[in-house]
Nanobody, 122 residues
Framework: QVHLVESGGGDVQAGGSLRLSCAVS????????MGWFRQAPGMERDFVAS???????YYADAAKGRFTISRDNAKNTVYLQIDSLKPEDTAIYYC????????????????WGQGTQVTVSS
């Protein structure tokens, strides 16, 4: 069993930055592909970014250029750096861990965190 806990969300002004963290407990981060998804009110949960256990990264088109995913296996933590925040980035951000081949869809992940709220005001 893998337990994921996100942190780092908050209320920020447009143009600001946030770094979200996802701490992995009761499991070893290194063996999993890790992903970040987000869900805005009334919307479906969308893929944002992922990083394979090989450290290869993938980004949704909407995330390219402003989002950076990284992992620190020694700290059992995955990060999502978000720069130049926009009001449309407002959402609950979820961290996920998976061992399958699909990394840009939610079905590719077996374990999920509880989410962290990001609210961007203009």
């Amino acid at each position: 069993q893998v337990h994921l806990v996100e942190s780092g969300g908050g209320d920020v002004q447009a143009g600001g930055s946030l770094r979200l963290s996802c701490a992995v407990s009761e499991g070893s981060l290194w063996r999993y592909n890790m992903g970040w998804f987000r869900q805005a009110p009334g919307m479906e949960r969308d893929f944002v970014a992922s990083i394979r256990w090989t450290s290869i990264t993938y980004y949704a088109d909407a995330a390219k250029g402003r989002f950076t995913i990284s992992r620190d296996n020694a700290k059992n933590t995955v990060y999502l750096q978000i720069d130049s925040l926009k009001p449309e980035d407002t959402a609950i951000y979820y961290c996920a861990a998976g061992s399958g081949g699909l990394i840009s869809v939610s079905t590719g992940y077996e374990y999920w965190g509880q989410g962290t709220q990001v609210t961007v005001s203009s």
